[in-house]
């Protein structure tokens, strides 16, 4: 079933649906779908994974470590024509090879292959 968003009408006997949702509002429902892709969330942490836009991808992860203070991390995932690249947090930039480069390629898969089956059905 397509992700559709609910407006509210007091007037209507029914509730009313539209299809027309923000682009704030759809990056939200992929993530809820990409978070998924990497098996259980630890509880405590909250984890985000989407495309931004074209060909930038967006890994993010929070949680309290044992102390209460926060720590965070994301990695920005830029894929050009020369390859894929990576950002963490406020890093520079690094080329990704090898199996690090076949996860992202897996998890990019998985992630288009389910926002496409599950959201825009």
């Known amino acids: 079933m397509p992700f559709k968003k609910f407006l ?11 299809n027309k949702l923000s682009l704030e509002d759809l990056i939200n ?3 809820e779908l990409g978070r998924t892709l990497f098996g259980p969330i630890p ?3 909250q984890r985000e994974f989407f495309e931004s836009r074209k060909n930038i991808w967006i890994w993010h ?9 926060l720590q965070e991390m994301t990695i920005r995932y830029e894929v050009r024509p020369t390859g894929v690249y990576k950002k963490a947090n406020n890093g520079s930039y690094q080329k990704i090879e090898g199996a690090e480069l ?8 998985g992630y288009l292959n389910l926002v496409k089956t599950k959201l825009y059905c």
Do not use: I
Request: hydrophobic share 30%.
């Open 8 to 18: 509210k009408n007091p007037f209507a006997a029914q509730p009313t649906y539209t």
């Open 29 to 31: 429902a992929e993530s």
């Open 61 to 69: 992860e929070n949680w309290t470590d044992q102390f209460g203070k």
């Open 102 to 109: 076949n996860n992202f390629r897996q998890a990019a898969r």
């Open 43 to 45: 509880a405590g942490h």
